[in-house]
């Protein structure tokens, strides 16, 4: 039988993820060797308990990861993905917009042979202000992260074990899933889902939030900010050369007007101000590339840890999990 993994990043989720869990056990226990994979991310409501419930009430296909702060869902959903024991892996919201039924058709386009298959929708339910900041996301991972101008970058997603397993490559502090992807595989499928109204509470992504993590897709995955200000620096590099040499050339050739002081002083701090641009955009590029490959903030810390279909399960001390390491290889 198949294994099929479902990670959910819960977060103040009490209404909701005790019914998702018995629909997603009731429609696919018959047809896979199922796990769903709880990870409580800093919750403020009652949802430790309901998660520590639900485990002691199906054992054998929940596991709970209960992290010591909220971490964000990228970085929950990485916790995630390092305790992932199936063939495939789909992963999805707490709040039953991403329908449990719409679960067998992600995975039916992955066995066509994709690496990962992105939901698309015909219409989504979310707030104006948050169906905005999806587009931006969506356009600026297009220019940022050279993603495919007709790929939509939802949540709602399905992976195989080849991907699994070069994600949890990554060590970085500020996981962005989408980006870890897009520069891990080409072979991405897409196929139109249903997404419907939340049943209960609303949306943990803040302005502040999205704002962050734009910038964690910018300055994390991408050096072109960098580059950019090396090209503006360039640019004033060269005007500060021909207004220098226009300067110059008054200054000797006979019958033309000497340059004034202001004019001097224009071409010489243009100049100057452009090279020191043009400087610190190549010493940027080289501290951006180390930055990429050298920060060892952890990914996540799991406080409580409970495994389905494991013996002495839980492991209830401040561990802090090496997110490179599978589960298996720590117990």
Not at 72 to 91: D, F, P, S, T, W
Not at 103 to 114: P, S
Not at 154 to 173: H, Q, T, V
Not at 207 to 212: H, M, P, V
Request: hydrophobic share 40%; net charge neutral.
């Amino acid at each position: 039988m198949t294994g099929l993994s479902l990670v959910i990043p819960v977060y103040n989720a009490e209404k909701t993820i005790a019914s998702l869990c018995k629909r997603l056990i009731d429609l696919y226990s018959a047809d896979y060797r199922l796990e769903i994979i709880l990870v409580n991310d800093g919750s403020r409501d009652n949802s430790h308990s309901i998660c520590l419930e639900l485990h002691r009430n199906y054992p054998d296909f929940i596991s709970y990861l209960r992290l010591s702060r909220n971490f964000g869902e990228h970085n929950a959903v990485m916790a995630g993905l390092n305790h992932v024991r199936g063939e495939y892996c789909v992963i999805l919201d707490d709040d039953f917009q991403n329908p449990p039924e719409e679960v067998g058709r992600l995975i039916d386009e992955l066995r066509k042979g994709y690496d990962v298959v992105y939901s698309t929708y015909p219409i989504k339910n979310d707030h104006f202000l948050r169906n905005l900041g999806s587009r931006v996301n969506n356009h600026m991972a297009n220019r940022f992260l050279n993603k495919p101008e007709d790929l939509y970058l939802s949540s709602f997603k399905a992976m195989n074990r080849f991907l699994i397993e070069e994600i949890i490559k990554y060590s970085g502090p500020d996981p962005y899933l989408d980006a870890i992807i897009l520069r891990t595989t080409a072979n991405i499928g897409t196929t139109t889902i249903r997404h419907d109204q939340r049943r209960a509470g609303r949306s943990g992504y803040t302005l502040k939030k999205l704002i962050a993590l734009w910038g964690n897709m910018v300055v994390s995955y991408s050096l072109i900010p960098l580059r950019v200000i090396g090209f503006i620096g360039l640019i004033m590099t060269l005007f500060g050369v021909v207004v220098g040499g226009m300067t110059l050339f008054d200054a000797i050739v006979p019958h033309r007007n000497d340059p004034n002081d202001y004019e001097k002083l224009t071409s010489i701090i243009v100049f100057f101000r452009g090279f020191q641009l043009l400087a610190i955009s190549i010493v940027g590029e080289y501290v951006g590339r180390i930055y990429m490959t050298l920060n060892s903030d952890p990914q996540f810390v799991v406080r409580e840890r409970l495994l389905a279909g494991r013996k002495n399960a839980r492991e209830s001390a401040a561990i802090t999990e090496l997110h490179r390491r599978r589960a298996g290889d720590q117990e």
